[in-house]
């Protein structure tokens, strides 16, 4: 079966550079997440879009930004990255319909930054 | 507000031990119930959920059963295996479209 799909899967940049990360969520599946997760840490909700809006918001840094597209995937963009940004992140997408609870996780980006 | 709080680790038990990792949850209304596992260097796998009181979730011989009255998403398996090494993390959701709710996530290790 189809996964969610993320781009790319490991990404080093200095400090004060900008990162964008690309999430393809599973075909048919109209709402995507995105998720921080620290060394050792539970992930933290980042933000999230349904049918291309945004549905929901967390603890996303006024750094970064984030849409979805009209194919369904969605762009994570940051910048003037800084050494606490070094993190696995990680999109998930849920479905229509009767599962609309369930998120579905990619394999995560991880992001080291210099 | 809502909030997860699981069982700290890490877990060592050995090959065909019974294992338990308690969750607990706070939250208003109805929330749905779900256990992730990460695997070293992977994202998270659904490994089953419950959407209502009383649900039980299963998969791959894990279980966890919502109790509402104890408000807990106890994760059981009768004999695990070297290969079910890894980070459990208990989580909810409260509707459509939010976020989840992650607890702090419990390492198991299991020695053959």
């Known amino acids: 079966a189809a996964g969610v799909i993320q781009s790319p899967r490991h990404l080093i940049k200095e400090k004060r550079e900008t990162a964008t990360l690309k999430c393809y969520p599973i075909?048919?599946?109209?709402?995507v997440y995105w998720y921080q997760q620290g060394p050792g840490q539970d992930p933290q909700f980042l933000i999230s879009?349904?049918?291309?809006?945004?549905?929901d918001k967390g603890s996303i840094p006024d750094r970064f930004s984030a849409q979805q597209f009209s194919d369904y995937h969605s762009e994570l963009n940051m910048s003037s990255l800084e050494l606490g940004d070094s993190a696995l992140y990680f999109c998930a997408s849920s479905p229509r319909g009767t599962e609309t609870d369930t998120q579905y996780f990619g394999p995560g980006t991880r992001l080291t930054v210099l | 507000g809502n909030s997860v709080t699981q069982m700290e680790g890490p877990v060592t038990l050995s090959e065909e031990a019974f294992l338990t990792i308690n969750c607990t949850y706070t939250a208003t209304g109805y929330p749905s119930l779900f256990w992730y596992v990460q695997y070293p260097g992977e994202g998270l796998q659904l490994l089953l959920k419950?959407?209502?009181?009383?649900d039980k979730g299963s998969n791959k011989g894990f279980e966890a059963t919502y109790r509402k009255e104890t408000t807990s998403f106890h994760l059981e398996k009768g004999s695990v295996q070297v290969s079910d090494s890894a980070v459990y993390f208990c989580?909810?959701?409260?509707?459509?479209?939010?976020?989840?709710?992650f607890g702090t996530g419990t390492s198991l290790t299991v020695i053959p």
């Open positions: 419950a959407t209502k009181a009383d």
């Open positions: 879009f349904y049918e291309k809006m945004q549905s």
């Open positions: 989580a909810l959701s409260k509707n459509t479209g939010n976020q989840f709710y």
């Open positions: 075909p048919r599946h109209d709402t």
